[in-house]
Structures are given as structure tokens and as C-alpha cells.
């Protein structure tokens, strides 16, 4: 999913094919200081397997980092584990910030 896409869902209105996608942010607790978006569940990468319990298998759930790395290991691993609709956000915070927010921070 581009960072595009992610904003056009985030800004439209709740469908019937269910509400908004659920974004993961799998960031450190620091780059969060650094660059954050709002209404987001924060787990950091090496929680994810511990904390599965927290997110809905059936929820869309767009998974981010800074760059897109992280994220898509993070979205392999939940479509593993039998998540159905998983999304990495392509580019990161790092795409975001440059493409459709400048007031997020860069890092």
C-alpha cells in the first residue's frame, strides 16, 4: 500500500466492506519522538510475536516503519499467522512525511 492509498482510506468514510485500516507502527519508542502519526497502535517489532493477541485477524491493518523494511517482515509474519488483510505502507514514515504530510518529522 502506498502511503497515498493509506491516506485516501484513513480520510474516507467507514465502507461496508468495515472501518478503517488499524496502522501498526512497529518503530522504536524513540523514532516516535522523532516522526509520529496520530490514532495509531504502537507494538515495535520484536513485541509483535507476544502481543498478537491485540490485534483482529479480519481487521485491515496497515503496517508501518521508517523506511518500509521492518514493516514488510512485520506483514509477512502476520500473514503467516493467519491475518487476512495486511498491508505494508511502501516508503514508511519516511514516505509519508516527504509525500503527504511535510509537518511530520524526518529522521
Given at each position: 500500500m502506498t502511503v497515498q492509498q493509506l491516506d485516501a482510506r484513513l480520510r474516507g468514510p467507514e465502507t461496508e466492506m468495515g472501518p478503517k485500516p488499524l496502522v501498526l507502527d512497529v518503530r522504536e519508542p524513540w523514532e516516535l519522538g522523532r516522526a509520529a502519526l496520530p490514532d495509531v497502535l504502537h507494538i515495535p517489532m520484536r513485541e509483535i510475536p507476544a502481543r498478537l493477541a491485540?490485534?483482529?485477524t479480519t481487521r485491515d491493518i496497515a503496517v508501518?516503519?521508517?523506511?518500509?523494511?521492518?514493516s514488510n517482515h512485520v506483514?509477512?509474519?502476520?500473514?503467516?499467522?493467519?491475518?487476512k488483510?495486511?498491508?505494508?505502507?511502501?516508503?514508511?514514515?519516511?514516505?509519508?512525511?516527504?509525500?503527504?504530510?511535510?509537518?511530520?518529522?524526518?529522521y
Open positions: 491485540e490485534l483482529d508501518l516503519c521508517h523506511h518500509g523494511n521492518r506483514a509477512r509474519f502476520l500473514d503467516a499467522q493467519g491475518f488483510n495486511v498491508y505494508n505502507v511502501m516508503g514508511g514514515i519516511e514516505a509519508w512525511a516527504r509525500d503527504v504530510d511535510p509537518q511530520v518529522g524526518r
